[in-house]
Nanobody
Framework: QVELVESGGGLVQPGGSLRLSCAAS????????MAWYRQAPGKQRELVAA???????NYADSVKGRFTISRDNAKNTVYLQMNSLHPEDTAVYYC???????WGQGTQVTVSS
């Protein structure tokens, strides 16, 4: 049974930073392509960033230069460092195992003054 558990969401002021974590269990994490998606109210879920087992990264245009995806295979964990947050970054953020199709439960990120 594969499980993805996100943490690190919360309320932050515009311009602030947050670091999301996603701990994976039950799969060979080191070979999986991992990603972060987000879904804002009334909008479709969208890809934020993805990272391959070899460390190749891909980002949505809206977050390039502000967000960084990384992984620690020894800890079976993928991270999303979010800087210079905007109110439009407000959403539920989901961890996704692209290789196997599993999703985490989501963590709320709210950017507001």
């Amino acid at each position: 049974q594969v499980e993805l558990v996100e943490s690190g969401g919360g309320l932050v002021q515009p311009g602030g930073s947050l670091r999301l974590s996603c701990a994976a269990s039950g799969s060979i994490f080191s070979i999986n392509v991992m990603a972060w998606y987000r879904q804002a109210p009334g909008k479709q879920r969208e890809l934020v960033a993805a990272i391959t087992s070899g460390g190749y990264r891909n980002y949505a245009d809206s977050v390039k230069g502000r967000f960084t995806i990384s992984r620690d295979n020894a800890k079976n964990t993928v991270y999303l460092q979010m800087n210079s947050l905007h109110p439009e970054d407000t959403a539920v953020y989901y961890c996704h195992d692209l290789s196997n199709g599993y999703w985490g439960q989501g963590t709320q990120v709210t950017v507001s003054s």
